[in-house]
């Protein structure tokens, strides 16, 4: 009988030895899980601010060059009504001064 209780009491403690182990062994795959999460957001986290900067980068520039575009339009414009108006400017005059006192 003492053999057959010391062999139940040798399993039991090989039984809690196992559950140790295993409740460690979960302890560092939890650990090691949530380090290898935390590097992975990081590392996402990292590409993502990456492509932020890159993306607002080129937005500026596209920007800036539309910019550009349209203040060089509307400066050849302005040159372009500039000269209409220096070539007509007497013309014009002429015929205002013309209206205004009932005669050509």
Not at 81 to 102: F, M, P, S
């Amino acid at each position: 009988m003492d053999t057959l209780i010391k062999s139940i009491l040798q399993i039991e403690a090989d039984a809690q030895k196992i559950v140790a182990q295993s409740k460690a062994r979960q302890a560092r795959f939890d650990t090691d899980c949530a380090e290898k999460r935390a590097a992975l957001e990081a590392e996402i986290g990292g590409r993502c601010e990456s492509r932020i900067a890159k993306m607002q980068e080129a937005e500026a520039a596209y920007r800036d060059s539309e910019i550009a575009k349209i203040r060089a339009q509307a400066e050849q414009r302005r040159a372009g009504l500039e000269a209409r108006y220096r070539e007509n400017k007497d013309a014009w005059v002429r015929r205002l001064a013309g209206n205004i006192t009932g005669g050509e």
